[in-house]
């Protein structure tokens, strides 16, 4: 069990970047309180506030909810199953997008003031892929293209760039592929689509990614969290060189990923007591001369315009679910992991973006990033106001 200890709000804040509508800002205006009278904790005869891990699934890892329970328990919440549908609840966590359940469900209808839930309707256009991908004109997202309808801008972009490769993925079968354009096969079903293959900066003859959290509180006005304290990176578990796309393990940063600490490269820098992987990056990076402050520049950049053009188009679909469960987006946040990939001229390109992003790190080698998840979360419900019994002063 890693060592970690719940922070203070004023430490809760520092930890993050604050931008609302695309402006920098240092406070949480957003009144965040729960005394317990305010939230009505008296209502159930409880001193505790009640986290309820939903799902809209019949069999899920219990696993996967174990970050919850253990920041909760620090916090002394409770935290009650999905089969306890009946019972009080102060905040929902779960793991999958779940409206399409609960948006006609009774329990769901005009929450009370201080309930909670950690995702908002309409998301799915920032965590969608397809959605991301092809709906979007964003410098920092690689193109991409669906067929049949992109077909021919696909054809265009081809003959522009004819020594392009491109990853493929058919959203039925699932799995990729990355292929020259004389080796894509124009038959393919209608949920198949392809993007541009960006080849990443090598570490070690290693490609990379970088996640980052952010925590989204408020859509209108817009108000997005960077967290700024430290950073997931994953690196292939194989040599990019000698590059064949029958071998993944080169390209994609899977389950069985290596840690910044397992590279050589970085070895003086964990030496030198830096701790934190965004600090050893930062200067790993600026020891083979590059620029680490422009990377996150453009990292803030990326996040603020992405966020501000899919919330703009999900607002839409948020209303209509306001609107049909009597409720305000008020009660809702949601915690983003943003997936980049760094290119060999450290231009960023935005790959995904995770809904739920998995936090479970159970491996010995993996106990530092258990310790980030844990503070992320603890932040995480702190701000949206679940932490404590405190008001957030700004």
């Known amino acids: 069990m890693p060592t970690w200890s719940s922070s203070s709000e004023q430490d809760v804040l520092s930890n993050w970047t604050i931008w609302t509508n695309g402006i920098p800002s240092s406070k949480e205006r957003r009144f965040i309180v729960v005394s317990m009278e305010l939230i009505g904790l008296s209502e159930y005869d409880s001193e505790k506030l009640i986290i309820w891990t939903a799902s809209t699934i019949s069999s899920y890892d219990p696993a996967i909810y174990n970050i919850i ?7 002394n919440h409770s935290v009650i199953p999905e089969s306890d549908e009946n019972g009080p609840w102060h905040l ?8 399409d359940r609960f948006t006609n469900n009774i329990r769901f209808m005009k929450l009370k003031p201080y309930q909670l839930i950690n995702h908002y309707p309409g998301f799915t256009f920032l965590t969608n892929k397809l959605h991301l991908s092809v709906t979007t004109s964003q410098r920092f997202i690689p193109s991409a293209f669906n067929f049949p309808s992109l077909k021919n801008e696909f054809l265009y972009y081809a003959k522009l760039f004819p020594k392009a490769h491109f990853v493929v993925k058919n959203m039925d079968r699932g799995g990729i592929e990355i292929l020259p354009f004389e080796k894509i096969n124009f038959r393919m079903g209608s949920y198949s689509y392809l993007q541009v293959f960006i080849e990443s900066l090598l570490i070690e003859n ?9 925590l989204v509180t408020s859509v209108d006005p817009l108000r997005v969290y960077r967290w700024n304290k430290d950073i997931l990176i994953r690196f292939c578990p194989e040599e990019y060189e000698p590059f064949t796309v029958t071998a993944t393990g080169k390209y994609v940063c899977s389950t069985n990923f290596k840690n910044i600490w397992e590279m050589e490269a970085f070895e003086k820098f964990v030496e030198s007591g830096q701790q934190s992987s965004k600090e050893m990056f ?7 001369g590059h ?13 603020n315009t992405v966020v501000a053009d ?11 679910y306001t609107n049909r469960s009597n409720n305000t987006l008020d009660h809702m946040f949601e915690l983003l992991r943003f997936d980049f990939i760094v290119d ?18 159970e491996n010995e080698k993996d106990q530092k990033l258990r310790t980030m998840s844990l ?14 019994y405190h008001e957030i002063i700004g």
């Open 291 to 303: 620029n680490s402050t422009q990377l996150w520049t453009d990292i803030d950049y990326a996040i």
């Open 282 to 288: 930062n200067n790993y990076l600026d020891s083979k």
């Open 206 to 214: 290693h490609a990379f990614d970088l996640g980052i959290y952010v």
């Open 69 to 75: 329970r253990n920041v909760s328990s620090q916090l």
């Open 92 to 99: 929902i966590w779960s793991y999958e997008y779940i409206f």
């Open 375 to 388: 503070e992320v979360v603890n932040d995480t419900l702190k701000i949206v106001g679940a932490g404590s």
């Open 310 to 320: 899919k919330v703009q188009i999900g607002l839409k679909f948020m209303n209509i």
């Open 344 to 361: 060999k001229e450290l231009n960023v390109h935005l790959l995904e973006i995770n809904m739920s992003p998995d936090m479970n790190f």
